[in-house]
């Protein structure tokens, strides 16, 4: 990491880059928002429902048996 060495003392370097590669690995942990649906957010889940022609509770049921990707809710509704 280019200029940790100049802003960090050398005795807190290795937590200073420990950090950095925590932040990042959560980061890249985190489902992309096109590809997933948050079942807790009510606006996202009204669109899908209204989208997919189904009730909200159809949708929290479906996204208990095939989880929270969007292409998989969608398949499960068309079938």
Do not use: Y
């Amino acid at each position: 990491m280019i200029g940790v060495e100049r802003l960090v003392p050398p005795h807190q370097q290795r937590r200073a880059v420990e950090r950095d590669h925590t932040a990042m690995d959560t980061a890249q942990l985190q489902p992309s928002p096109r590809t997933h649906i948050d079942i807790n957010d009510r606006a996202a889940r009204a669109a899908l429902a209204a989208r997919l022609r189904v009730t909200e509770e159809q949708l929290r049921k479906t996204v208990r048996l095939v989880g929270t990707r969007v292409r998989t809710i969608e398949a499960h509704h068309q079938a």
